[in-house]
């Protein structure tokens, strides 16, 4: 085909699309992880331990090998070694992650076996039959805030900031506010399971996986096998949900060993009780604010202290004292993110990681400082507002979160609102309303991106993005469409290929901004090599573009979405029940790319917020160390019942207008979350007149709050 210059085409950015592959997905055309077909597929089934702590003394696999359809079962016995002592993307692998090279035992859950067999009913099936003897030793996963071991760690964030002498600060403080804020164990619970299948073609690797970054995965594989990176793909072409969980996981080593053992396609899929294991979690919380301010609420002191839990065998902190770090400053300020080490699994990054809980305690403690104040609690807010970011002393690029609390207010009707609690009734029902905050830092990370022009007319996009189930490949197909100034249904958009190049994972909220940029630059070079009147020829005209350069010259700002979250609860006393009955989130969160899109990812959060405050809670039995109900049945979360009617939608951001800034787009994927709990809890305490600091707010603690309890 011959080029040709066209007239400038109304902006596909900013317009609402469904999503370029719904339709495959509602008719089952969309194959994920663990439905794609291979030939001679055989079945791995993780076996996990049933002890806390201690020693493998013996696998006995005679009886299990003889049974119909097995192929073997790899153990710390017979396992290939692997390689764990690298650091790779995201800093040292977790030890679980490389099965089966000791007989140590770290906590109940540890994969101990691989069964592996012709179907996986006959896998399944035998691994229930192995028998694994240990030799138990005594177990601690006992979480509270006075554990003396805590330590502070830096995460990607320094674990402590300081500035100031905090308790003169207090001392000097008309009005304090000291109080502890915690969350529990909580679950990602994303519908599709994880799953990978390992084969070998012609020399090289490839992986089918369910993943939120191929070329993660392949450099983990890579590095932890001792392979050449050229002989290793991965591929997850669809993910049903990820939320920070799938990550590099055991199962997709698992997949690798057997399939190297056996020389023969092997898949490994995680089942739902195996994946509050082996999948990541966020680790509960202990959280102390303490807040000292002027009789007219402008705050002079602030501390934020942050405890979580890690496992005994890898590092992972939840960094959730570093909410204020962006959103409140003081002369005096101090935030530590601490940790101790239980035997439980290792922790990982989930939506908002460090923002979610961490908001619930600020946002709370900001409530009550409020209502100490005896001043609005949107007025507060407004009142402590900083120029620059409190600890960094950086410009901020675009910080509207006043707008979005005035825009908010005007919708929700906050200005009828009464301050005082308790005094709003429907029938048997206390009527309550709150609001809180929120913010979400606003990054890029270095990406690839290869468009190429082809002879037809079409242009064709590839980059190791990853939709998680967010709307991802209907986004950069727009961004796509105005950069190569073509129609969007002239551009196809192809990710989940670690082939590819390098590019940022599906995490952070980091995702869409950095594939943009990626692919606006790859685009932009492609059209100045497009010369009209000349032919495209059969093989196409592609331009591969590399930020690595470009990011890493963005001038540094505090770079954050913003918004403002609003409820009205309704609570019954006498029974707990604690219904939601309407939601606002407002948000000033960059250029929205599809709206469609960008208003599923705020309400989703939103919803996960209701979650939050209400229901969910994994309990561990502190005699076995494992969960009580590692299921959907025991595990709650918000169902359909459980949310109202609910409304997001988004103001202007000023950092669109940011000269050094090529995209204006900001991730939104996690925002939605943050702050939601705390405003949910904050109109419970102001339908009933009694605050919940401990997540979730069960019927039980509204009950025994009513009666004067101070267990709840």
Not at 37 to 49: I, K, N, Q, R, Y
Request: hydrophobic share 40%; charged share 25%.
């Amino acid at each position: 085909m011959t080029t040709t210059t066209t007239n400038r085409l109304k902006s596909a950015v900013g317009t609402a699309h469904i999503r370029v592959e719904g339709r495959d997905k509602v008719t089952g055309a969309a194959r994920y992880a663990g439905e794609i077909p291979f030939a001679e597929l055989a079945h791995g089934w993780l076996v996990l331990s049933t002890v806390a702590r201690g020693r493998i003394r013996s696998v006995e696999t005679d009886e299990v090998l003889a049974m119909p359809g097995v192929l073997d079962v790899l153990h710390h016995g017979n396992a290939p070694r692997v390689d764990s002592d690298y650091i790779g993307r995201m800093g040292p692998p977790d030890p679980t992650s490389a099965l089966f090279q000791q007989d140590r035992v770290p906590f109940m859950g540890w994969p101990v076996a691989l069964v592996v067999a012709e179907t996986s009913e006959q896998a399944r099936e035998a691994a229930e039959a192995l028998v694994v003897q240990y030799e138990a030793e005594p177990h601690d996963i006992a979480f509270s805030a006075d554990r003396p071991e805590a330590y502070p760690v830096d995460g990607h964030m320094p674990g402590v900031t300081a500035k100031g002498d905090l308790e003169a600060g207090l001392a000097a403080s008309a009005v304090v506010v000291d109080e502890e804020y915690t969350t529990p164990e909580e679950h990602h619970s994303m519908m599709e399971p994880h799953a990978a299948t390992a084969l070998w073609e012609g020399g090289r690797l490839e992986v089918v996986d369910s993943n939120q970054g191929t070329t993660w995965v392949a450099d983990e594989l890579t590095r932890m096998f001792s392979l050449d990176p050229a002989s290793v793909r991965v591929r997850s072409e669809h993910v049903g949900g990820g939320f920070g969980s799938k990550g590099a996981r055991a199962h997709q080593v698992a997949a690798v060993m057997a399939a190297t053992v056996l020389q023969r396609p092997v898949r490994v899929v995680l089942t739902r009780r195996q994946m509050f294991s082996l999948a990541g979690y966020r680790s509960p919380t202990a959280q102390r604010i303490r807040l000292g301010a002027d009789p007219d609420g402008r705050l002079r002191a602030l501390e934020h202290r942050s405890l979580s839990l890690t496992s005994t065998v890898h590092e992972f902190v939840e960094p959730s004292a570093g909410v204020p770090r962006v959103m409140y400053d003081a002369d005096t300020h101090h935030t530590a993110n601490l940790v101790v080490r239980l035997d439980v699994p290792t922790p990982t990054f989930m939506r908002a990681p460090g923002e979610a809980p961490g908001s619930f305690a600020l946002e709370s403690a900001l409530d009550e400082l409020a209502e100490k104040c005896g001043i609005d609690p949107i007025e507060l807010r407004a009142r402590n507002e900083p120029e620059l970011g409190p600890v960094s002393g950086l410009p901020f690029s675009g910080r509207n979160l006043h707008g979005c609390f005035r825009e908010g207010a005007r919708r929700f009707g906050w200005a009828d609102r009464d301050p005082r609690p308790g005094v709003r009734t429907d029938g048997r029902w206390l009527l309550g309303t709150g609001t809180a905050a929120a913010s979400f830092p606003a990054g890029a990370a270095p990406s690839t991106a290869a468009v190429t022009a082809e002879a037809d007319g079409t242009f064709t996009v590839r980059i190791s993005a990853a939709d998680i189930g967010t709307g991802a490949r209907t986004a950069l197909t727009l961004v796509a469409a105005d950069a190569l100034e073509a129609a969007p249904d002239r551009v196809r958009v192809q990710i989940g290929d670690s082939d590819f190049g390098p590019a940022m994972i599906a995490g952070g909220s980091m995702g869409t901004r950095s594939w943009a940029w990626a692919i606006t630059a790859a685009a932009g070079e492609l059209r100045e090599r497009l010369v009209p009147g000349t032919d495209i020829p059969p093989e196409g005209i592609t331009v591969r573009s590399d930020t690595t350069e470009a990011v890493g010259a963005l001038e540094k700002k505090e770079r954050h979405s913003f918004g403002a979250q609003f409820a009205e609860v309704a609570v019954d006393v006498a029974t707990g029940e604690v219904r939601v009955r309407r939601m606002l989130g407002i948000f000033s969160a960059g250029r929205i790319v599809n709206p469609l899109t960008a208003r599923n990812q705020f309400l989703g959060g939103m919803t996960w917020g209701i979650s939050m405050a209400l229901h969910e809670e994994a309990v561990r039995d502190r005699a076995s160390g494992g969960h009580y109900g590692a299921d959907l049945a025991g595990y709650h979360v918000a169902t359909h019942a459980d949310v109202p009617h609910i409304e997001a939608d988004w103001i202007e951001d000023p950092a669109t207008d940011d000269p050094d800034d090529p995209v204006g787009i900001k991730g939104i994927g996690e925002i939605g979350i943050v702050g939601a709990a705390a405003a949910i809890a904050n109109a419970v305490w102001h339908a009933t007149g009694v605050r919940h600091r401990a997540l979730p707010i069960r019927p039980d603690r509204v009950i025994l709050a009513g009666t004067g309890d101070t267990r709840a």
